[in-house]
């Protein structure tokens, strides 16, 4: 693996490493940790990194690496830059061959997500997003159970994704993190959604297994003097009839991380919240409520979900392991591509560039909505 | 007190008696019981109320009560029928001279509930709406807070009411409060909210102190067969400024009556689920959640909470205490009325016509924008 | 319904009255409110009884009420005076004639327990015993559950009891439920043991239908300057041969009243506690834990557990329903027995004088246990 | 890092490698990964280990190891067999220079364990034993509390270690894991207290920093044919005054791995949940419960505690960030020995040889006040 962002002071740069270090399946080899060259370099020594693979710029590392034998070759990028810096790098990594890994969202505009697919397209690499939270055991059981029509016909889907952490205008006060993500020229058109409701509607469609058609949203900068929105919520329609709701907000002070999703269907319910996330409450129409673990009950829970448990129910696992699932996933069919094997469908479960592009398309008709006087507007890709 | 409705079989008049009955100030003396003069007497012998008292319509009970001299006569006239038959006897109640507690919504429509505000502004006398979540003591205690600015200058209020009991079309299988519920004769413009929305809207103008100037909604008629909407989403706006959403369902199979709000500040947010309604959650920016308990840490708790506790921390008070409350404040205040003395704030605050009316605009307001394609409905009184 | 004690500032005598008038089957006629003869008669002027039935002792009422005409003429008495002033009037009480209803702990010593039994015996009057914690809906279907077999032969029973309020020497500051607790000329062998400890055993007894033979108790008096134990543990064998511990405490600082119990059996285990008095979680060996809630799931809640809840599921119930519910129970068992009719085992389903007795037995061998060297000591009664 | 045991099949060696993976500090070189030849080869391939570095037994590897240039020799061996094959590989590996990690409990005896302290102090060398639970941050950030007296005086500890998976036979079943632990020959004296009672027992002693001087204990063994004891209870007292109840059961059927533990001291307590390990509940007399959370809130927290998170509140870290804590700590140490620096105290706080020893003095004394019929036993050491 090479890293091209990630250096000193970045945040997901280091969730990314611990995530590929885990499972011994992911070495870390060359990197190009940041835009400033010097910061690069000495985040490449603070990582270990040999002098020789230590790079000042993403585009020297990549003509380097491509230069380099394969059996020392790196096999593939992984991109944790801030948004507008994704596209470039993912475009030059795919043509000099690499597999990519690219922090969410894809892309800093839907047009560049669409050219990135058509290079995913014509490479035939493999492009893997980190949309986290659909990389926990019980998510993916949720998944599997509504694709199993436990609940019936779906109904109704609540999800939610409060944090607190843009309650001020820190971004003018030195956070680093919150500059470059209300800065519309790094960010995207939005804020609110680009950071964390995209992961709100992927973890809804991923779920359901169904997409959004319609959206009637309204955006807030609730905090004065913001140059982007921090807040916002969302009507939606689903192409299987249902109905949702999405909230997002970064202004919701005293809340940390709390995206929750619930889906209702004819008989029941199903509630997951990533504060919590071995547990997967099944609420069931005049029966019990249930209470599926990872790690137990194992008679009870998918193939989906117990590939992606590495311990016993109780010892629990977290945001690493989940970040992890996904560069295991990725790294297991990568390695099955590179041997011509055929990956299990469990391994090919990770996000790929089509989350991606809904994600930014998602973005779009957001804004476009809560710009609107209309009530409904089409999501268009 | 006298009753009409809440006979055999009925659901709310029940709670109604165990909430006036519990604190020793309320003797339930007459009632008419049923709108079937046999099942009304039937019911009047279940409850020991004599004979003499046991009518068979509210039209007898009201012109015979009246004429009873002034140390017999029932003081207040309890309504707990369906919401079509609330206006004519309250109405004929107060014509009589009696006060009224009304169970929500307050009528079958916004012009009904203006005539009936009109009469007791007439009247002077009192009228109370059992608009029970308000009488929690940790409502109270949000309230309080919110009042006090600790929270600072409010942006966000989420409020959310899943039910599953309406899942399955029962109204066709014999279960009478899901009947009158879904039938538009009865329950009138909306079954969501009239029945649980109202509730919601509540909660939120009650502990945030703002009101709700416009809406974008979208009503759900999801149990296919059933003649109202089950189900509902609606975008607000307040007069201060704030955002919030509602949420609204009786088809989220599963869930009981999980009637839930958050209400986010500059400095912090309050949380509170009726499930466990002893708990208000306080959350901080950058500092530690806090726990408030009703019935402990009283240096902490507003004159408004500890006003409406009975019983020490950790010996759970509950939703017919919570009824109990807004009884018990109407009955002090009432015996201040009768007495001549003034009520203390903590006993004026309980729910009366001018929630009512709030109420009965909303479900009208919400139904507008619903089949309106504009974004945006004027919340209209 | 006549009082003895539960005047101006006592505690448990106004929950008494909320429970006993809330289901509208009892009504307060007259009381001896107070050892002191002023305070009972302002008491009960508070409480709106006639001046004719406010007595200024127990003696006076006892006999004055035993003197009335039947239809006037109260049906039983409630004791609600500290420990030390259980055994007189109760005696006195029964010997005109009167069923009774005492707080527990039921006596000051053991003797006064056998005496007491005795003389219910003799006169075949119902003695009912408020442990209220036995009131609760989902106590009685763990009860159902473990009696139906349902977790297999019970293993290990765990129940704690960790209440703050004696964290300081508050005896000391006027705190006047502290002062007679902690002294042991009023409170009894055991402050800690008989104001919470008898509650835990008893709701393990009830709830496993076994008795205690065995214990290895350590009691603590935490609080410098404590006339009496504050704190303590008990090792336990019951007479199915399974284990436990009952942990107590008065002085673990920050609780409220904590009372919570799990039992374990071959199949699985349950788990209640009194803060969420609602919810019975049921742990399954290898299968998911479900929840079970008062007042929902009807098909899987047991006619006990339900006679005893009012509302529907997620309506919460709390404590003064759960004490209702045992004046409900020993009131309609006795209107069975003044009309000859025979009660349900439903309705019998409360606490008697044989519990009681049980409770002064715990104490005394606990004490016991404390002060011996060995380890176990046997439960005598 | 060479690893002595843990290969195919093995539970807790899987979890060691992938807590030293995680931060990019530690690499697995080396291993003799089974007691079978063949299995340790195979298990040695699945790892990717040169062929050169699979060893057959451990004395091989050590031996082989100890002979290597020092710029390729492992710095430390990790021992992950079964308790019985502790002592031997850890006094060679000591005997042979190497830094030694162990799976608690530290040995199979008291007597080997202090051999392995007198070696330890000889050469001088880091032992490391891994008590994962005071890993977590927010254990660490109650010890700290409780160091700087926030708590005042300690009066109660209350420990708690329910497992459900023993609760059949399995060892007769073929369940490896089970066969090992419940056999005399391989676990120790005690099963329960060897495998989970001294988890409680230094959780105890590590957050309250006292140590325990008598304990009165029942052990149980609860299900027919087991060879050792799988349930069990204990009261404590510690050398600061305070007093303790330690319950631990492998056959607390339903339950996954529910170490909790509560501390109660002048004024408060705190209370944590190893299922939810990123929150402290501070409970505090008369003021609110407080809620502590891993990431959040850091000028609440202690050095202690944020040196050992990894990612912001809300971001869940778990069980294998735990252990790898102790692992990173144990880096840094050794890393700062190497270099000749001196580690900072937050990364000295990793268990040693001396929690080793009083695990096992622990063990030691509670099977024998088991056997007594005396209540109190001196823990000896």
Same mark, same amino acid.
């Given at each position: ?45 603070? @990582?270990? #990194?040999?002098?020789?693979?230590? !790079?000042?710029? $993403?585009?020297?590392?990549?003509? &380097?690496? /491509?230069? %380099? ?55 035939? @690499?493999? #492009?893997?997003?980190?949309?986290? !939270?659909?990389? $926990?055991?019980?998510?993916?059981? &949720?998944? /599997?159970? %509504? ?55 992927? @973890? ?178």
């Amino acid at each position: 693996m090479g890293m091209i962002g990630g250096g000193r002071d970045a945040f997901i740069g280091s969730i990314h490493r611990l995530a590929a270090n885990m499972d011994g399946l992911i070495e870390l080899s060359c990197g190009a940790l940041s835009s400033n060259p010097e910061i690069a370099l000495l985040s490449a020594k603070d @990582l270990f #990194l040999p002098e020789s693979r230590s !790079y000042i710029n $993403y585009e020297k590392m990549i003509v &380097a690496e /491509a230069a %380099l034998p394969s059996d020392i070759k790196i096999d593939f990028i992984t991109i944790v830059t801030p948004n507008f810096a994704h596209f470039a790098p993912a475009m030059m990594a795919l043509e000099y061959g690499f597999n990519v890994v690219i922090e969410k969202p894809m892309t800093f505009s839907l047009e560049e997500a669409k050219q990135l697919q058509q290079k995913v397209i014509e490479t035939g @690499l493999i #492009l893997c997003l980190t949309y986290t !939270y659909s990389g $926990y055991p019980m998510v993916k059981q &949720a998944k /599997a159970m %509504l694709n199993q029509g436990k609940l019936g016909k779906i109904r109704k889907v609540w999800v939610e994704y409060p944090q607190g952490w843009l309650s001020t205008l820190s971004e003018k006060e030195g956070n680093v993190q919150a500059a470059w993500r209300t800065d519309p020229s790094k960010s995207g058109k939005s804020s609110v959604m680009g950071d964390i409701g995209t992961h709100a509607a992927h @973890l809804a469609e991923y779920i359901t297994g169904s997409k959004i058609t319609d959206v009637c949203a309204e955006l807030n900068t609730i905090v004065e003097g913001r140059a982007m929105d921090d807040d916002g919520a969302v009507l939606l329609k689903f192409d299987n009839g249902s109905k949702g709701v999405l909230m997002a907000s970064q202004v919701a002070a005293g809340e940390e991380n709390a995206l929750k999703i619930r889906i209702y269907g004819e008989k029941g319910g199903i509630e997951w919240l990533q504060h919590e996330p071995n547990t997967l409450v099944v609420k069931w129409f005049n029966e019990p409520t249930q209470i599926l673990r990872a790690g137990s009950n194992y008679a009870y829970l998918s193939s989906f979900a117990t590939h992606n448990c590495r311990t016993p129910g109780g010892h629990p696992e977290g945001y690493i392991e989940a970040f992890a699932n996904i560069y295991r996933n990725f790294a297991l069919t990568l390695n099955c591509s590179l041997d011509g094997r055929k990956p299990t469908p469990e391994m090919l479960d990770f996000p790929t560039v089509e989350d991606g592009i809904r994600g930014m398309a998602f973005i779009d008709t957001v804004v476009a909505s809560s710009k609107s006087e209309k009530k409904w507007t089409t999501f268009n890709l």
